[in-house]
């Protein structure tokens, strides 16, 4: 496991998709580095990204900023993201801001 910017990053699920985990308030240096994750991923062959994010936290606009860049650079790179234990809250947000269509979700047990 590494640990970057208090974010934390597991290379496969037992499902074969890239897991990524977001943990804390995301800002622009975590943005960042959970995109070059996800690239990284993608390059490693991973044709889904799971994007765990039952530890984020945080500001409702940045949290939807993050996750808008993140489903960007998936898509960009040719695979899909899947947010792993979002709860009602974020789904909710995700469709206001109109992002509910760009992710896939899955059970928080899913890659675990």
């Given at each position: 496991m590494t640990v970057v910017h208090g974010m934390y990053f597991e290379q496969a699920s037992p499902s074969g998709?890239?897991?990524?985990?977001l943990a804390g308030e995301p800002d622009?240096?975590?943005?960042?580095?959970?995109?070059?994750?996800?690239?990284?991923l993608r390059a490693d062959g991973h044709r889904a990204i799971l994007c765990d994010v039952r530890a984020l936290s945080g500001c409702a606009?940045?949290?939807?900023q993050a996750l808008?860049?993140?489903?960007?650079t998936a898509r960009?790179?040719?695979?899909?993201?899947?947010?792993?234990g979002a709860d009602d809250r974020l789904l909710?947000?995700?469709d206001l801001a109109g992002l509910s269509a760009v992710f896939d979700t899955a059970a928080p047990d899913c890659g675990g």
């Open positions: 998709g890239g897991i990524v985990v622009a240096g975590h943005t960042a580095a959970w995109c070059a994750r996800v690239s990284a606009s940045a949290v939807v808008a860049r993140i489903a960007l960009r790179s040719g695979c899909r993201c899947v947010l792993v909710i947000l995700l």
